[in-house]
């Protein structure tokens, strides 16, 4: 795994512990962070696409990646 990405997501656990002014973190409490710089990540890489207007491609009926991206972000934050 790259370290890069294991550190960015430890400092994000470590951020909600403070945001939530306790010590104790819960699995909930890690899996949210964790969810949340994932989907952090995948909104970025979504907008590297050129054809972006407001967040979504216009085009992702003919970019296949774009339309992945978008569902996978749209299921994981159901």
Known sequence: MKKLYIDQIAR???????????YYNSDIDQAT?????????????LATCLQLEDGRCTMEWKH????VLYKMIQDLKK
Request: glycine share 0%.
């Open 33 to 45: 962070a964790s969810l949340e710089w994932f989907i952090s990540y995948l909104e970025k890489t």
């Open 12 to 22: 994000r656990i470590t951020d909600r512990k403070y945001s939530t002014k306790t």
């Open 64 to 67: 296949e990646s774009c339309e």
